[in-house]
């Protein structure tokens, strides 16, 4: 890891800048892959399976054999940690579900808001390096909270052109039986064009490589919203001498095993305790399976000596990081000094691997620092809020004469006489 030591302010953007392609690059690649399955549907899809996942697909949709023998191709323990995963994750979305509004703003004038589930959603979970079942919980659990009507799951399958049970086993436990063998871009073209086996969605969620996060940010122009712009993970570590280093260094590396895109930051008060986490950093890398994945992250990766506490909040700001771990001796005021952030971790016992598994927050969180402006995915992420008003013939004489004056001095004089000629028959018929 690079070591900067009170980095000038001007220079955060570049020092700090994420490893990733310039979108023009890549939309270069994706757009032909776009249209190609808007053409093509499902040929298209097999086509790009045979591609990029050397496979050869027959048939694009899971059968409902495989997924009911899913659960006995995986181990017990893992089946009852899912569980226990679902419960919790299930518990803090079902407490974020607001209750319709109402209201009366002044005599004769109603108003009301309330929550109605995206009929059709598409989740897209990451199967390659990392078959990504907790994607799963994390998507289909407040898809299923918020009573969406359609819920596609699309994932790649692996070179047997069979989906890791593991998903297929979580994704029947949340209840999702519509199961794509595709990924990449590929797939998030068959959920916004829609293709024989592929329903066209409503909105697509899900994090993934470039080229999928690409694929999102164009299907937005086809009418097809998303959840956020998701692209390689990160994590943003402040630590100072209360933090055990072996700790920080966990941290760091269940990162930067993402992805060889994936970046980690280290931010800390001296030089003294960036060193010792380097050296633990480089003890459990040895260890790792996924060693040469790590270290090629860790290369875009860079450790940042702040002495000062406000300037180091600053800068953590400015990043944005998608996943915050906070694990300093003035932990309250760290933690009230930030206000961006996708998630954050508070202490020395609360890893970032938490969150992405099961203490019952969500793992789909804004990168590349969009948590400047996004939250991560909740339960919001699968309603509309329509709002609804209700206004009496008291109502409108009351209100009437407002709308009208600002109607028009805007010179939109339809908008006062669709209150004008209410008034006009009010009036006549008292």
């Not at 909270?145 to 359609?150: I, W």
């Not at 073209?189 to 592929?198: E, F, I, K, L, R």
């Not at 086809?222 to 570590?237: F, H, K, R, T």
């Not at 300037?311 to 760290?334: G, M, R, W």
Request: proline fraction near 5%.
């Amino acid at each position: 890891m690079k070591i900067l030591v009170n980095p000038d302010i001007h220079t955060w953007s570049k020092e700090l800048a994420r490893p990733v392609q310039k979108m023009k690059d890549i939309e270069k690649i994706v757009k032909p892959i776009m249209k190609k399955v808007k053409r093509q549907g499902d040929k298209a899809l097999r086509k790009f399976a045979l591609e990029y996942d050397h496979v050869e697909i027959e048939q694009l949709l899971v059968t409902q054999e495989a997924l009911d023998k899913a659960g006995q191709k995986i181990d017990t323990r893992l089946k009852e940690a899912i569980q226990t995963a679902k419960i919790n994750i299930e518990k803090f979305h079902k407490l974020q579900e607001a209750p319709p509004l109402s209201t009366e703003i002044m005599d004769g004038v109603t108003c009301m808001r309330r929550s109605v589930p995206i009929q059709k959603v598409g989740l897209y979970i990451p199967g390659g390096t990392a078959p990504l079942f907790s994607t799963v919980l994390m998507l289909g659990i407040p898809a299923k909270l918020a009573g969406c009507q359609e819920i596609v799951l699309c994932t790649p399958p692996d070179t047997k052109g069979e989906i890791h049970p593991a998903i297929l086993f979580t994704a029947k436990m949340v209840g999702i039986d519509k199961i794509v063998k595709a990924g990449g871009a590929q797939a998030i073209a068959a959920m916004t064009y829609g293709t024989d086996s592929v329903p066209k969605v409503d909105k697509i969620f899900g994090p993934g490589n470039q080229y999928v996060t690409a694929a999102k940010q164009l299907a937005t122009k086809q009418g097809v919203a998303i959840d956020m712009p998701a692209g390689p993970s990160e994590v943003l570590v402040y630590a100072d001498e209360t933090a055990i280093p072996e700790f920080v260094a966990a941290d760091l590396l269940s990162q930067a095993e993402h992805g060889v895109d994936s970046q980690v930051v280290l931010v800390c008060p001296t030089e003294k305790f960036v060193k010792k986490v380097i050296k633990s950093v480089n003890l459990q890398l040895e260890n790792l399976p996924r060693q040469k994945i790590a270290k090629k992250a860790l290369e875009n990766s860079v450790a940042v000596v702040m002495s000062s506490t406000e300037k180091a909040l600053d800068l953590i700001n400015a990043y944005a990081p998608e996943h915050l771990i906070i694990s300093v001796k003035e932990e309250d005021k760290a933690v009230s000094g930030i206000i961006n952030a996708g998630s954050v971790f508070i202490g020395n016992y609360t890893p970032e691997s938490a969150g992405d598994y099961a203490s019952g927050t969500n793992h789909t969180l804004p990168t590349n620092g969009y948590a400047r402006s996004y939250s991560g995915v909740s339960l919001d992420s699968f309603v509309k809020k329509i709002t609804y008003q209700k206004i009496t013939a008291a109502g409108i004489k009351a209100l009437g004469p407002t709308i009208e004056i600002m109607a028009e001095n805007e010179n939109l004089l339809a908008h006062k006489n669709a209150v004008s000629i209410r008034l006009q028959y009010l009036s006549k018929n008292k």
